[in-house]
């Protein structure tokens, strides 16, 4: 479990009494670290150097022999010490500010001086899918990301793995961290703790423990209770009967009927307010969607988090300090050299269908009839299109314990003979009931989601991998429709034809499991469509796949809610 505030307090073997309150203040000194002002940066982080030190002191001396010292198996205060350096480690890799930064360099190689080992980071950078050196670097941002990490670490404490990835695209960046800064931190409906919480139950559904590690750690910062992190029925009732929804939205949204919400609005003393309800709902799909965001992008764990470093050394060198600073702490990535024989021509062959669907569009138009057959075909197909069903995926019990029924996932609609009826957008779209729903009852939020939407949907730079001034809003759309038709939401006046020459099968298999199924997605998915594509490009595809997944979600739960109000 990852620390991200102060480390935790140790009151056993004999530690003085006014550590505690030591400890207390240590959350202080950290949350300085963001401060804009350099001098209360400067602060801080002399109060932390003097805790590491103090420390270091209490282990006493370490006879040369045994030097550096391991700390693994350490006692209470060594623990505690380990999380501070591996909060150091993460400082000086993550931190927006360069002071910071070189001063977390500095305390460590002070401590390693001492015979003390400091952590090495494990991994290569904030994906397993996409080499470090293509990711921004804090230390190599323009002004405006610059500003974006500043706040987010303000906000935060950190600058996770999660917004280094968006960082290829600010603009949404910037969207994306003020929708979840306000859904997690602004006055609303819920309290703090039970924010968190349902962040922890929504990302579990999916076996995330990069997000539930996260939010346990904010659950705690913000008092929530040691109990409720037992299990789903170590919380209070209230929280345990939304349960169902949770599980109905993350796999089959679809299913989701006036009644489920009457059940939890009619609970007597258990029961949710609309308000409350809007906002679980908001923060239930965020985190569903966020969860195929981190595992389409391929996301590690934070440095400072458990499988994020280690206090090994490395087998083959002696680990430096200077390392941290230089990037060299972990494996040398070996890009994976595709056969780009196999694959020239990728670009210019979709480049050149596009401009052919273009061409037929002008010419003709097809009747309504053939429209909705085109979308029923699509529907159809998309569920022959096979995710990794086959390798099982157990949820390790740290993550299943915070939801109920496990085996309960995706399932296409019409397996077995069910039957969904199409959701047709023009009877309830998110533009014309969704969004003043939401900003009625929880205000603000519909317009920042709004936002959100339209900045994915709307992104672009004009290019297709090597190819600049390319209009590429009917790619954009197809993989938005496409999503939105496994759901089975239907646009009347959307040609569902077109979604077959524009989206090649690796490519929908990949979409599938990481809507559907994001648990299940493999490195080898991801570098199997779009194979000339920058790391950006795809990048923009999963926020593509995030933000459609999240409004297809929004949509089903907010017509239910509407239907019982009506």
């Known amino acids: 479990m990852c620390c991200l505030a102060c480390p935790k307090k140790s009151k056993a073997l004999g530690l003085h009494h006014e550590m505690d309150t030591q400890d207390q203040d240590c959350v202080g000194r950290w949350d300085g670290l963001g401060s804009r002002d350099a001098s209360s940066r400067d602060a801080a982080m002399e109060h932390i150097r003097q805790e590491v030190m103090r420390r270091v002191e209490d282990i006493g001396p370490i006879p040369a022999s045994l030097a550096p010292s391991p700390l693994a198996s350490a006692s209470a205060p060594n623990n505690d010490l380990n999380e501070m350096l591996a909060r150091l480690l993460m400082l000086s890799k993550r931190c927006p500010f360069e002071d910071v930064r070189e001063r977390c360099v500095w305390i460590l190689q002070s401590v390693q001086d001492l015979g003390v080992r400091i952590p ?6 904030p994906s397993r899918f996409i080499p470090e050196k293509e990711i921004l670097q804090v230390s190599k941002v323009d002004a405006r990301t610059q500003t974006i990490f500043e706040d987010a670490f303000a906000a935060l404490g950190r600058l996770d793995n999660i917004s280094l990835v968006m960082g290829f695209h600010p603009q949404y960046l910037e969207s994306f961290l003020r929708t979840q800064h306000y859904l997690l931190q602004m006055d609303g ?13 929504a990302a579990a559904r999916h076996q995330c423990s990069y997000l539930v590690n996260l939010h346990v750690n904010d659950f705690l910062q913000v008092g929530g209770d040691h109990k409720w992190l037992n299990g789903l029925d170590g919380a209070p009732q209230k929280l345990q009967h939304l349960g169902e929804l949770n599980k109905i939205l993350a796999h089959r949204p679809w299913l989701l009927t006036k009644e489920h919400i009457e059940h939890l609005l009619k609970a007597e003393e258990h029961s949710w307010s609309l308000a409350e309800l809007i906002h679980a709902v908001v923060l239930l799909t965020h985190y569903h ?43 040398n990535h070996h890009d994976d050299l595709l056969g780009n024989q196999e694959v020239s021509g990728e670009v210019e062959v979709l480049m050149e269908r596009m401009k052919q669907l273009q061409e037929c569009r002008d010419e003709e138009e097809a009747s309504q009839e053939e429209m909705a057959t085109r979308f029923e075909r699509e529907k ?3 569920m022959l299109v096979v995710t990794a069903e086959d390798e099982e995926c157990v949820p390790s019990r740290d993550v299943s314990r915070h939801f109920e029924d496990p085996s309960y996932g995706y399932k296409d609609f019409s397996r077995r003979g069910e039957h969904v009826p199409t959701f047709r957008v023009q009877d309830y779209s998110w533009e014309d009931h969704g969004f003043s ?3 009625r009852l929880y205000p603000d939020v519909g317009q920042m989601l709004d ?3 339209q900045m994915a949907y709307n992104l672009t730079y004009n290019t297709m991998a090597m190819h600049k001034d390319v209009d590429t809003s009917m790619l954009r759309r197809a993989i938005w429709n496409y999503i939105h038709c496994m759901f089975g ?14 989206l090649d099968r690796s490519f929908k298999i990949y979409i599938k499991t990481m809507v559907c199924s994001p648990e299940k997605t493999t490195k080898r998915m991801y570098e ?16 593509l796949l995030m933000e459609a997944r999240m409004q297809a979600e929004l949509l089903y739960a907010l017509r239910a809610i509407t239907r019982y109000m009506t």
């Open 528 to 543: 199997s469509f779009w194979r000339q594509f920058q790391h950006s490009e795809k990048v923009h595809v999963n926020l």
């Open 437 to 439: 729903l939401v900003n």
């Open 451 to 453: 936002e959100k939407f």
């Open 489 to 502: 939401i239907r646009y009347d006046d959307y040609d569902y034809g077109e979604i077959n020459q524009l």
């Open 120 to 125: 090495r980071p494990l991994g290569n950078g």
């Open 289 to 331: 969607s966020l969860a195929s965001f981190t595992f389409g992008c391929g996301i590690t764990p934070e440095i400072h988090c458990d499988g994020g470093h280690t206090f090994r050394p490395p087998s083959l060198s002696q680990y430096c300090v200077c390392d941290i600073a230089n990037g060299n702490g972990h494996a």
């Open 380 to 382: 159809t197909e998309s």
């Open 189 to 201: 409906p819920l309290s703090l703790h039970y924010r968190h919480y349902i962040g922890i139950m």
